[in-house]
């Protein structure tokens, strides 16, 4: 069973479009994160929740829109695509004192 | 903010090499984590290592909070350890990665 899974796993749209990132995790935890990963390798938390509320926005564009339905679920939800989205997106989740679980990521290709 | 230093920023080593990798960060933490991102691109979780030394196989690490680092070490490096190495801090409610080690080793 995969503990924090995301899908899709490969996103190539066009500029100018809307997407949606899924992430589902099944640890129980009670904080779920965003981050991204640019071409240098750099990751960068995006936006964290617990339980369901938002917590942390990192002064991302008001194009991205995180929506939490209950504390196993977080989506992203982009929208107006630009190039610079461009980026690798990993979901994760922990508890407060306990270590943070990466989902697979979901590479987002603008064109 | 907060600042997390790798060192060294590049590494490459021929299979059966040891090596260390270490971790600066410039405030008090909650906790440590070391992940592996293969690559695949997936991030693989090595260890939560707030304080003390543990070991798993061939890897090991040790955080000195007080001192404010970590190191991992790798031992009998083999090619599958190649990819990129962080470390990650807690500080409140966010993790914040480190710079990143990227190893290779070549058989």
């Known amino acids: 069973d995969t503990a924090v899974s995301q899908t899709p796993k490969y996103l190539v749209t066009q500029m100018g479009n809307d997407k949606s990132i899924k992430c589902e995790q099944n640890?129980?935890?009670?904080?779920m994160y965003w981050y991204k990963q640019d071409s240098k390798k750099f990751l960068k938390i995006m936006f964290s929740?617990?339980?369901?509320?938002?917590?942390i926005n990192e002064t991302v564009p008001n194009r991205f829109s995180p929506k939490s339905p209950d504390k196993a679920h977080l989506n992203l939800h982009i929208n107006s695509l630009e190039l610079g989205d461009s980026a690798v997106y990993f979901c994760?989740?922990?508890?407060?004192?306990?270590?943070?679980?990466f989902g697979q990521g979901t590479r987002l290709t603008v064109v | 903010g907060i600042q997390v230093e790798q060192s060294p920023p590049d590494l490459i080593l021929q299979e059966g090499a040891n090596s260390t990798l270490r971790c600066n960060f410039s405030?008090?933490?909650?906790?440590l984590q070391w992940f592996h991102q293969n690559p695949w691109g997936q991030l693989i979780n090595l260890f939560y290592?707030?304080?003390g030394t543990k070991q798993n196989g061939r890897l090991s690490a040790t955080t000195v909070a007080t001192e404010r680092y970590s190191l991992l070490y790798i031992s009998s490096s083999q090619t599958t350890d190649s990819g990129v190495y962080f470390c990650?801090?807690?500080?409140?409610?966010?993790?914040?990665f480190g710079t990143g080690t990227r190893l290779q080793v070549f058989p």
């Open positions: 640890l129980g935890h009670d904080t």
């Open positions: 405030d008090s933490v909650n906790n």
């Open positions: 994760a989740s922990s508890s407060l004192r306990t270590e943070a679980f």
């Open positions: 929740y617990n339980n369901k509320e938002l917590i």
């Open positions: 290592i707030p304080s």
């Open positions: 990650a801090v807690r500080v409140t409610d966010k993790l914040i």
